[in-house]
């Protein structure tokens, strides 16, 4: 695709259920990132892989989120025991370098409920 | 603690008038200042972004503007269209030299350009 595709678009878990949510980074990409949006806040960083591997978890709030990229193309975040604090939208961006420092293609996101 | 501090958290400005929306960091590190645009159940999308080096950066009706000493960076959006209107955020990233850093993002502003 021409873009960064998350999926599903939208989910509605309820409190405890498990949660996967799933990003499709531009091909060939080295750097994936993921944020977690908040109603009517900017994008916060949770995680960071370069390839495959997870450079950073510094932002994960919680044990309860786990996020994999085992070939270094598509990515997942898991969320365990969703909370209701947890209800947000989670955003995916890629970048074809290396870093934090150049631009970076976001997703269209997926919109988490838990109710 | 807020890194990126914007504002104003909502502005309304005239066709073909300026917008002007202002962002301040502390984090003396960071060295990429990128501008997102946001529209209501989209992933944000960058518009421009400024390294360290220059004061100033102009893409089309897009220019930012960069006060090192201050720690300041400003968007400024020339004959604003009723199409701007969207929310607009500011972010800053450190150099990586390897490392993984994510984007901080400011709050974001509501941009409201009427007809």
């Known amino acids: 695709g021409a873009g960064v595709s998350q999926s599903p678009r939208y989910k509605v878990a309820k409190r405890g259920q498990d949660v996967a949510l799933r990003c499709d980074p531009i091909s060939g990409h080295v750097s994936l990132f993921w944020y977690q949006q908040a109603l009517g806040q900017g994008p916060e960083f949770l995680t960071y892989f370069q390839n495959e591997a997870q450079l950073d978890k510094s932002g994960l709030p919680s044990d309860r989120f786990f996020a994999e990229r085992p070939e270094g193309s598509v990515s997942t975040l898991k969320i365990q025991r969703t909370q209701q604090e947890d209800s947000a939208v989670y955003l995916c961006a890629s970048s074809l370098e290396g870093g934090g420092n150049t631009e970076a293609f976001f997703g269209q996101g997926t919109r988490l409920t838990v109710v | 603690q807020q890194q990126v501090k914007q504002s104003p958290q909502s502005l309304i400005v005239q066709k073909g008038g300026i917008s002007i929306i202002n962002c301040a960091y502390e984090?003396?590190?960071?060295?990429?200042f990128p501008w997102y645009q946001q529209f209501p159940g989209k992933g944000p999308a960058l518009l421009i972004a400024?390294?360290?080096?220059?004061s100033e950066k102009k893409e089309g009706r897009f220019t930012i503007s960069f006060n090192k000493s201050a720690k300041q960076f400003s968007l400024h959006i020339m004959d604003s269209q009723p199409g701007d209107s969207a929310t607009y955020f500011c972010?800053?990233?450190?150099?990586?030299?390897?490392?993984?850093?994510?984007?901080?993002f400011g709050k974001g502003t509501h941009l409201i350009i009427q007809p």
């Open positions: 400024i390294r360290p080096d220059v």
């Open positions: 984090n003396t590190a960071f060295d990429y």
């Open positions: 972010a800053a990233s450190p150099s990586t030299g390897g490392g993984a850093d994510g984007l901080t």
